[in-house]
């Protein structure tokens, strides 16, 4: 799995750049794209003809236009087939758009746009390329916050509709509000604190009140949002590394691997070596 790191082109350090999947496949003549990547910063990419696929996390998307795809973080996929897609692709630092970034993390990695939804996201995403390439060309015009909140623009217009609550109140927004930290704690802490009596502490809430504003947020509660997060990173490091079992519970914070044998097949009906197995039986 390879490890890539946000590596702006020359003059254009300005935390985000606009390219194409034109451009993505003609500086990858050796098509290390179909093989498995984990960026340590934001993909935004909007199909606006052709058809393809892409993986993410160990879910398979199939591409046509219309397809948004956001790649965060940490998340492990692959350009399986863009040969044929075309549209513009986007690529941020993590912290260039905080409050939508954080906000918006449970947005899937792959989603669809209507046709008149794709119109309007694709004059954004013209618009931020205009203003970007502006920037590189002549920097007195360039304006990082401008280029912030072009970029924020398009993501509004593209992000999936989030139905509201019926009745929604400052009670659901404030659960929101707790959730939000709750789930930033998750990520910073997770390999650390496997127990949600932890978070709370941390937090200075209770354990329902972490329950119920994780309920509100994703259906779940706060024990299985945790569960499902440290379970995720033990397949990404099952699956993409040649880390022994054993080396992947001390990675995760289980002090015994017979505990992290037992997480890993309550949660995923099979010990970690046999998922592994079929895991890679199925790349192959």
Known sequence: MRQLRYLPAVGSA???EVLSFAALRSMDAHRRRIQPQRPDF????????GTGSHEADFHGYRLEEGSAVWIRPGMVHRWSDIDACDGPLILFRPGFLPGLTASDAGTPACWHL???RLSLALLAADHLDREHGAAVRTPRLASPALLSHLLAALILR????????????TSHDRRMAVFHTYRAAVEEHF???HHVADYARHLGHDVRTLTRATRAATGTGAK????QRILLEARRLLAHTDLPVSGCARRLGFRDVGN???FFRRQADMPPATWRHVQRA???
Request: no cysteine; glycine share 6%.
């Open 14 to 16: 300005y935390g985000v």
């Open 42 to 49: 934001h993909v935004f990419a909007l199909v606006s003809s």
């Open 114 to 116: 209507d046709r008149q």
């Open 158 to 169: 593209a992000l999936p509709d989030t139905p509201v609550p019926a009745g929604a109140t």
């Open 191 to 193: 390999t650390d604190w």
């Open 224 to 227: 299985t949002f945790l569960d």
């Open 260 to 262: 992290f044998t037992t």
């Open 282 to 284: 199925q790349l192959t």
